[in-house]
T-cell receptor
């Protein structure tokens, strides 16, 4: 499998501030990472696909200028929520590819964001 | 629109019984199939993957794939209360770069 870490695990911020979430692949060089968002009692929603060394691919309806993704190395991708508002409060989860059989996603532990 | 369908549940199963979770998918070109478990407030964790027709067993878990009927299922034998979680089915297309199409998940409750 693959070991994925996320930091921070929980963040509370004021409306209008920006929050950066880090996702690290600890034992696998990931050319591709994924960012998801999950609201309470709802299913996973893919926000964007993060590609090392190139621009991220955003899903329809996700604002690329609001959710900035940087995948500068094979082990680190960051998601910055700019000018966060209460409606951005959610559970943000990253995943990365692993080596177990077919191409498999392994998830980080997630970051819970609360915007006041 | 490629879709993966799951019954949202909740599916209630008595402890010790077999829990059966089902998933159907729309794209015949799908190649790999995954089951993830997600506990409340936690991120998903991989349980099993399968890509050949038939059964694949891992401990108390058995994944079953039928490509002709376009369904994949997960059986949990000797269900335990700790198996209570939401189970997500995900499907990968041929040559996909790790990208998955996700079902909405089935909530499973194991009653002691």
């Amino acid at each position: 499998g693959a070991v994925v870490s996320q930091h921070p695990s929980r963040v509370i911020c004021k409306s209008g501030t920006s929050v950066k979430i880090e996702c690290r692949s600890l034992d696998f060089q990931a050319t591709t990472m994924f960012w998801y968002r999950q609201f309470p009692k709802q299913s996973l929603m893919l926000m964007a696909t993060s590609n090392e060394g190139s621009k991220a691919t955003y899903e329809q309806g996700v604002e690329k200028d609001k959710f900035l993704i940087n995948h500068a190395s094979l082990t680190l991708s960051t998601l910055t929520v700019t000018s966060a508002h209460p409606e951005d409060s959610s559970f943000y989860i990253c995943s990365t590819g692993g080596l177990a059989g077919p191409k498999t996603q392994y998830f980080g532990p997630g970051t819970r964001l609360l915007v006041l | 629109q490629k879709e993966v369908e799951q019954n949202s549940g909740p599916l209630s199963v008595p402890e010790g019984a077999i829990a059966s979770l089902n998933c159907t998918y729309s794209d015949r070109g799908s190649q790999s199939f995954f089951w993830y478990r997600q506990y409340s407030g936690k991120s998903p964790e991989l349980i099993m993957f399968i890509y050949s027709n038939g059964d694949k067993e891992d401990g108390r878990f058995t994944a079953q794939l039928n490509k002709a009927s376009q369904y994949v299922s997960l059986l949990i034998r000797d269900s335990q209360p700790s198996d209570s979680a939401t189970y997500l089915c995900a499907v990968a297309e041929r040559d996909s770069n790790y990208q998955l199409i996700w079902g909405a998940g089935t909530k499973l409750i194991i009653k002691p």
